[in-house]
């Protein structure tokens, strides 16, 4: 069955706009995200795009503060440094991935943690895999509440989660590993070292692929009935679309879409859910004295 991003966040959304009215109310202005751009990479553009149509349409004030590709991180400091200050702004973004010549690290750790919507912090990542966490980082908050929505429960499932990344493949391990209400589950996580990846998800109950590379999973390597999750966002060269390309996951879908009883399609399934779990974390951060 396809899982259907688009509605389930529709869902959200609608939950989250009563919550936003109060909210706006309570502080007598809309609550406020300013998200950093380094550069123009054409992905990174259109991710921000689409937040800050979401925060638009949902009543959140979303600005977005523009760099050059060539800027120093003194002045990308200094800029996050004001943010921190200013009472009317709740949440901050970093866009990643930033230029190469620049530390993301050291960039994101000047990030107040109580503004820090992408929950990347040091402080917030701790807070997660404490099992306490303040922000939940927007793509596996997003996937956690997929399988509430389709209520499937996660506990004692054999779950392979393909990516180790600090944005989605770790929180996600921690999240879906944890003692949490819906979780419990027995997480494997792979990665570009991994040998024979079918060895791994063969047996899997769930699968999520976090990778960037296009087509690492296919159907002969999923067992019938298993739940799959595809996070991945790759261009290919397509000359009918007017854009020149179109958008795949990291899931062969046709095979895969034969054995899952769940799938994510790509675009419309994670990417979706990853923007409104975004907007859900601005609504918190509004909400909290900082
Ligand atoms: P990263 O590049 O930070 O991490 C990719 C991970 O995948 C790494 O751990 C890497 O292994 C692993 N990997 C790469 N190739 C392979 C392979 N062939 N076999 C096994 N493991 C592999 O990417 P992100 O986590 O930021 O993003 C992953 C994908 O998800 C991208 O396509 C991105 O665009 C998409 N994305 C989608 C979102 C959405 O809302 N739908 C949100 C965020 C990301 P190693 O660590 O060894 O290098």
Known sequence: MLIDGKEISKKILKEISSDLHQISKNLGRKPALSIILIGNNPASETYVKAKIKACSEVGIEGNLIRFDINVDSKTLIDQIEKLNKKIDIDGILL???????????????????????????????GLLNSGTP?????????????????????????????????????????????????????????????????????????????????????????????????VGINRLDDKSRKSGYRLIGDVDFETANKKASYITPVPGGVGPMTITMLMKNVCNAAKRDK
Do not use: W
Request: net charge neutral.
């Open 95 to 125: 866009q990643l991935p930033v230029p190469k010549n620049l530390n993301e690290r050291e960039l994101i750790e000047h990030i107040n943690p109580l503004k820090d919507v992408d929950g990347l912090t040091a402080e917030n990542i």
């Open 134 to 230: 303040r922000f939940i980082p927007a793509t596996p908050y997003g996937i956690m509440e997929i399988f509430n929505r389709i209520g499937v429960s996660l506990s004692g499932k054999k779950v392979v989660i393909i990516g180790r990344s600090n944005i989605v493949g770790r929180p996600l391990f921690s999240l879906m590993s944890g003692r949490g209400e819906n979780s419990n589950s027995t997480v494997t996580l792979c990665h570009s070292y991994t040998k024979n990846l079918s060895e791994f998800t063969l047996n899997a109950d769930i699968i999520i692929a976090a990778t960037g590379s296009a087509n690492i999973l296919d159907g002969s390597m999923i067992k019938e009935g298993a739940i799959i999750i595809d």
